[in-house]
């Protein structure tokens, strides 16, 4: 048995997206988005996010078109963005699709009706945002700018960061 110092399915180098390694080396703070309906909920990590100030602010975010939190954002046109912490990268996985979830992702905590959607009990920061145009395709991804309705600011804690790939651990 060889032990490797990468990633054993790790395509060589030179087969390696630059722009998707450029992405990574952007350090970006985790949330997770989630929308409801009366048929259902959907949630879903997003890294890939600006938080835009000015009167109203926007959440402009890079949302998968093939999720469920899209289908929903696109029918509820609202959503919370929660910013997660270091204690709950276990749940961002699950949002995530990279982890599992038996009985689904939000059987990992617990949830309150808000406004906009579900909320996590217990996070510290978080808004409640309405979609304020039409999502543009940009790349393999919908661009989606909302704008803040609601913002609840918790104690500064251990942020749940992600970079090259992985959390990183708050010093």
Known sequence: MTIHAEHPFLDPEESRDPVRRLRGRVGAGVSLWTAAEADGRAGLTVSS??????????????????????????????????????????????????????????????????????????????AGVRLAAEPTTVGWTQLVDTVVEHVVLGEEEAPLVHRRGRYQRPS
């Open 49 to 126: 996010y600006a938080v835009a100030t000015g009167d109203p602010g926007h959440v402009i975010a890079l949302i998968d078109a093939e999720s469920a939190l899209y289908e929903r954002l696109l029918s509820t046109r609202t959503a919370v963005v929660h910013l997660l912490h270091w204690r709950d990268r276990d749940l961002a996985d699950a949002f995530a699709g990279t982890a599992p979830a038996p009985g689904g992702a939000f059987r990992m905590g617990e949830w309150t009706d808000s406004t906009w959607g579900p909320l996590l009990t217990g996070v510290g920061t978080w």
